[in-house]
């Protein structure tokens, strides 16, 4: 699976891409939590939003080095 070798390896500490701004959006708050923790541990800043509107007002006003999101459903 593509996406578990990017989040270990490309994503990871040690490497050149540490120290993200990530931007996640999906309204499942255990979900929300584990990417929080997750990017945390990986040494990445997570930036964690529920609502789709309130993502897209984010990336209007805020910088971000990546944004992802399962599926904005507004």
């Keep these: ?3 578990s070798d990017v989040c270990s390896s490309d994503l990871g500490r040690g490497n050149e891409m540490s120290g ?5 959006c999906d ?5 929300q939590e584990i990417m929080r ?4 541990r990986l040494g990445h800043e997570a ?3 529920g609502e789709g509107r309130l993502a897209l ?6 910088r971000f ?8 459903t507004e």
């Design 47 to 49: 930036v964690v939003f």
């Design 20 to 24: 993200l701004r990530v931007l996640f």
């Design 27 to 31: 309204d499942e708050r255990a979900l």
């Design 65 to 72: 080095d990546a944004a992802i999101d399962k599926k904005l």
């Design 57 to 62: 007002k984010a990336l209007e006003k805020d």
């Design 37 to 40: 923790v997750e990017l945390t």
């Design 1 to 3: 699976d593509w996406s």
